[in-house]
């Protein structure tokens, strides 16, 4: 048997070490005011401090460094105008006793246009509750009552508590798809500031300093960065498309109701004030810094297309990063992957054609053409290719494509790629570790008698330096669909 679990991956424990020292998402100078809670099945939402994070993706409870512990209740009622006592919903889920008042959802301009009649629709009763330490908002709404309860408040936390409760939203309709306000204003063309209130693109001046960036939401992002205002959208449509595109191959039971933070940069200074030097960034296929992403608070960084030269480059690097958060997030718990592979399936997904009707793979020409070059200079792979899968050794710029390269490879080698990538995930979902589920999924077979994968790797390090030079490595990727 290979030593095969030794392995940390050495991103995850840099990130890790970052948030640590109390650098959970933008530096103080890059300061948003919200974070945004989306749970589009059960229909409601609303924002929460930005210094905050989510122990779970998946489920509804948020800390705050600023005191404030947010947990979000949902239950279903028959008859939700019968319901007169909040009491009688509220001790089913929280002790202690709260002083009620009804208020009026519909009240509220600014922030609360999301309120209006027209968009969130009738029948919409909501309730305030305060005890010591604890203010609660509850709304009933197509038959359905949600809590939004917030304790650890004090008199400091108090205004941002106002401004969370006052935040809950329920979600309106859009040609029959339910979403947030924000996110129908910006699919409109429109951006907000960080007063929140919505600006038309076409008239937004293109900066206002990239410490108050303009903001869209769209439906799982929230996007902020000086790029071009109109860009932003494009930005995240196509990563909503690379989520789709991820979701069908790494599919999850339910995606998180929490926005992922998108911020983006237009300068290389803006980008290291924003982001810090922090070491584990992604670099592209010239050794250019150009992003970096951190689980605990579900952001990622990029610099937006500098010049009309490397217009794209944008979209590359966030659909890179949104890989590996992805597969963070959803695809194990502790053990993490070996660099090789993690990086060889960020550089997959990170070109993901979605301009068409289907999303589907597309491929890294300019890395592989790199990577070529390099093969025919020095006629040997980048590293022995059992240094990445025995040893896990730390990829360099070139590692990068030769990993993409060594998937290409596995996944092309029979018509069985597309449910071998499948059983990865599968195996990683149930709790296997994403070491042994790939192991398993790609490699087991190949092992001999002995249990040794080595005679193999030797072979496929020859078979993959041919497989590159003759450029079978560019043939785009058709895997089959389940
Ligand atoms: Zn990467």
Not at 37 to 61: E, M
Not at 233 to 238: G, I, N, R, S, V
Not at 327 to 340: D, H, K, R
């Amino acid at each position: 048997m290979v030593v095969y679990r030794k392995h940390m991956h050495t991103s995850l424990v840099i990130v890790l070490l970052v948030c640590a020292g109390g650098k959970v998402g933008c530096t103080e100078e890059y300061q948003l005011p919200d974070r945004v809670y989306c749970d589009h099945a059960a229909g409601i939402s609303f924002t929460y401090p930005y210094q905050s994070f989510v122990p779970d993706p998946c489920v509804a409870h948020i800390r705050s460094q600023a005191g404030l512990r947010l947990n979000l209740y949902g239950k279903t009622y028959e008859h939700v105008p019968d319901v007169t006592v909040p009491e009688q919903v509220l001790r089913q889920f929280i002790p202690g006793v709260y002083r009620w008042k009804e208020c009026d959802y519909y009240e509220g301009t600014g922030r609360r246009s999301f309120a209006q009649k027209k968009w969130a629709g009738l029948g919409i009763i909501a309730y305030e509750g305060r005890a010591a330490g604890s203010r609660v908002r509850m709304v009933f709404h197509h038959q359905r009552v949600d809590m939004l309860v917030l304790s650890g408040i004090n008199k400091d936390t108090d205004t941002l508590a106002e401004r969370c409760l006052q935040s809950m939203e329920v979600l309106g309709s859009q040609d029959g798809v339910r979403m947030r306000y924000n996110s129908s204003q910006s699919s409109e063309g429109q951006v907000y500031g960080h007063d929140g209130i919505f600006v038309d693109a076409k008239e937004a001046p293109l900066s206002r300093g990239w410490q108050e960036p303009w903001q869209i939401e769209s439906a799982h992002f929230h996007f902020s960065g000086i790029a071009p205002t109109h860009t932003l959208w494009a930005y995240a449509t196509h990563l909503e498309g690379v989520l789709t595109f991820l979701q069908q191959w790494f599919p999850i039971e339910q995606q998180s109701p929490y926005k992922w933070e998108i911020h983006l940069t237009k300068t290389l200074q803006q980008f290291r004030d924003m982001s810090g030097e922090v070491p584990n960034a992604a670099h592209d296929a010239i050794g250019i810094r150009t992003g970096f992403f951190n689980p605990m608070s579900m952001a990622l960084y990029t610099l937006t297309d500098r010049q009309p030269k490397t217009t794209g480059h944008a979209r590359l690097h966030l659909a890179h990063e949104a890989t590996h958060l992805y597969i963070l997030l959803f695809g194990q718990s502790s053990q993490s992957l070996p660099v090789w592979l993690s990086e060889g399936l960020a550089v997959l997904f990170e070109n993901t054609v979605t301009s068409s009707e289907k999303p589907h793979f597309g491929l890294p020409r300019r890395r592989l053409k790199i990577l070529k070059m390099y093969y025919k200079q020095r006629q040997k792979t980048v590293k022995p290719l059992a240094n990445y899968i025995l040893d896990f050794a730390p990829i360099s710029v070139q590692g990068y494509a030769e990993s993409y390269a060594m998937l290409h490879y596995l996944l092309s080698q029979d018509e069985k790629g597309g449910a071998r990538l499948r059983l990865f995930w599968k195996m990683m979902r149930s709790g296997q570790a994403g070491t042994d589920a790939f192991y398993d999924a790609f490699f087991r077979e190949h092992e001999d008698e002995k249990h040794d994968i080595r005679p193999w790797l030797a072979r496929w390090n020859k078979k993959l330096y041919t497989y590159v030079c003759s450029g079978k490595v560019t043939k785009a990727l058709r895997l089959q669909e389940e």
